[in-house]
DNA sequence: GCCCGCTTGTGAACGCAGGAACTATCTCGC
DNA sequence: GCGAGATAGTTCCTGCGTTCACAAGCGGGC
């Protein structure tokens, strides 16, 4: 599941605090999410909670850490060394979670060889090699969009069999391969249509809430 | 919905090519969909396609620029000027899909008057004046997740209805408000999470397929 | 040792998104 | 002008995720 991260920073937190447990109200209520949503996502771990009690924080961090690949610290490799991909490789938040940095590579031969984040880049060609030397298990790509299904083709060949795409392309993998994507633009795009809707009610009508046929049911939030 | 602007991408690639008219079947090829959602997700914009032929690209263009906000380009304020944030305040994406980034924001006083990507970075207390100076319409903020719960309520004060969160936190704005996030190392994690099940499930056997105890139901990928 | 309250884990119902199938309508050919 | 092919728009149905509700089990109090 896509939430188990979200519980394991609330857990972390909650670690930090010296909480000892933790009950799936109160992770619900850090999440953002249902309480039941909580219970029924981590008992897919396993049946780390007690009953009458809650879950133990650190006893269910450990888990955790085991199932999201934390304690294995897989390497990752970042393909496209533009504005974006320097930006990911300075991030700091990809080593603490366990997940290192441990390669860049770019096809641009002015940028192979130069140090960024304190790790050298290195040409795509070396890819295969790379992947095998340093045991890389995730690809992110941050290159145009011309390049990122050829980027994505050869990560697959190389053995990396999970892709984070940052390019802004729809692109295959595949069936065994896993594929996430995260598109700047879209999300933008994505705000600006709800922003838009927004506007255009405000212009009708200066009261944003009440449309004229409402009827007497309280504006829940 | 979310998917949008993958059909704005795919219908600017068509123009680009000189192509007048698209198919539902063509565009949900290109964003990688199924051709029925496509009709359904287009047909919520309104009827602009013309049966027996297929929608034309440069009047549905014109449409979806309307709706998704792009032909009124929504201004943009970065709050947050770490390695993230500037490298936002770099990425040229936004600006050519309609949001350019106006102001950037920071509360770090060093970091108050220097100059990012051609925008001089102001104080995040003169936030209120920015927004209306500029007309700012979305914020991003890519501060550490302490503040990022803080900048969200000084946003949403200032007039900021639309608001996408790259910090690794979970925060909560009114109801009339729009909310975004993007958690990079929750994205890896995630990938982390398959990478770790497909690990161990190869561990058992070199065989990836036919677990011991299956039966003989085909294997359907 | 037993009872009671609290919390997990899970079965069942609900709602929504996705996909297939159908209908309506347009273009082209004759 | 009419029929055939093609394609948008719509309806129905299936499946999944979310939520509610209840049973199971643990700990504390007396």
Redesign the pocket.
């Known amino acids: 599941?896509a939430?188990l991260p979200v519980y394991h920073r609330s857990l972390t937190e909650l670690r930090d605090a010296n909480v000892a447990t933790?009950?799936?109200?109160?992770?619900a209520a850090m999440a953002g999410?249902?309480?039941?949503?909580?219970?029924?996502?981590?008992?897919?771990l396993?049946?780390?909670?007690?009953?009458?009690?809650?879950?133990d924080v650190q006893y269910l961090l450990f888990q955790m850490d085991r199932e999201l690949g934390r304690a294995s610290d897989l390497g990752v490799v970042i393909v496209g060394l533009g504005n974006l991909g320097r930006a990911l490789a300075n991030y700091d938040g990809f080593g603490e979670k366990g997940f290192p940095v441990s390669a860049l590579v770019d096809s641009d031969p002015t940028k192979v060889g130069t140090v960024i984040a304190g790790i050298e880049v290195r040409h795509i060609d070396d890819l295969d090699q790379i992947v095998r030397d340093l045991g890389i298990a995730i690809g992110i790509i941050s290159t145009p969009a011309s390049a990122a299904q050829d980027v994505a083709d050869r990560l697959v060949a190389a053995g990396v069999g999970s892709i984070l795409n940052f390019a802004p392309s729809v692109i295959s993998v595949p069936g065994d391969a896993s594929l996430r994507k995260v598109d700047l633009a879209v999300e933008l795009q994505i705000l600006g249509f709800y922003q838009q809707r927004r506007d255009s009610r405000a212009a009708l009508g200066t009261e944003p809430e009440s449309p004229p046929e409402a009827s007497a049911s309280a504006g829940g939030g």
């Open positions: 599941m939430r933790a009950s799936s109200e109160q992770l999410v249902n309480a039941a949503k909580v219970r029924k996502d981590l008992s897919y396993g049946s780390y909670g007690t009953r009458g009690v809650g879950y």
